[in-house]
Nanobody, 122 residues
Framework: QLHLVESGGGLVQPGGSLRLSCAVS????????IAWFRQAPGKGREALSC???????EDYEQSVGRFTISRSNVSNTVYLEINSLKPEDTAVYYC????????????????WGQGTQVTVSS
């Protein structure tokens, strides 16, 4: 059974960096596209970035320039590095999985992690 666990969130000062991890288990990892979303307080969930099974990357509007996605088929983990963090990046960050290719729409994903909280504050 497909299972995703996010980690790496926390409290960080403006201008800082974080690397979030999404550990995937229960399936053949390299069949799946993995995406990162986030949900800020009082707002809907928004797509950030996705990496397909063939390592094609799609960066969505909110992520261009400061977010970098990568995957390790050895550790079955997808990473999201976020640089130059801003208070408006405060949100719960989720990873999600689906077969093969990426989509920006959250209802195209079959499984989700529980989320990891990122708080950007001085």
């Amino acid at each position: 059974q497909l299972h995703l666990v996010e980690s790496g969130g926390g409290l960080v000062q403006p201008g800082g960096s974080l690397r979030l991890s999404c550990a995937v288990s229960g399936v053949t990892f390299n069949y799946y596209a993995i995406a990162w979303f986030r949900q800020a307080p009082g707002k809907g969930r928004e797509a950030l970035s996705c990496i397909s099974r063939s390592d094609e990357i799609e960066d969505y509007e909110q992520s261009v320039g400061r977010f970098t996605i990568s995957r390790s088929n050895v550790s079955n983990t997808v990473y999201l590095e976020i640089n130059s963090l801003k208070p408006e990046d405060t949100a719960v960050y989720y990873c999600a999985a689906r077969f093969y290719v990426c989509y920006a729409e959250e209802d195209m994903y079959d499984a989700w992690g529980q989320g990891t909280q990122v708080t950007v504050s001085s």
